[in-house]
């Protein structure tokens, strides 16, 4: 996969459903998207069983794992600097 140097992507998304699979088809076109702008699909943050606006801000546990991802900067720092 090609690669332009410091283009990466997230992918975050939520569903209503609760199947673990659900999001298999996001990633899916996700990635190709991502590949063909040349960005490297770095992580996802996915949660099911959130099916009203604004039930993302009660669930803690996402809130929380979002919220360490970003304070600790890995977002913003290249593995091979």
Known sequence: M????NRRGILIST???KP????DCTKKVMRALFDV???EYFCDFLFN???QKG???KNREAIGE???FGK???FLKRSDD
């Open 2 to 5: 090609v690669v332009k140097e």
């Open 15 to 17: 569903a209503g459903s």
């Open 20 to 23: 673990k699979d659900i999001f």
């Open 37 to 39: 702008l040349y960005i």
């Open 49 to 51: 069983n959130i099916d």
């Open 55 to 57: 039930d993302i801000l």
């Open 66 to 68: 979002i919220y360490d």
């Open 72 to 74: 600790k900067g890995l």
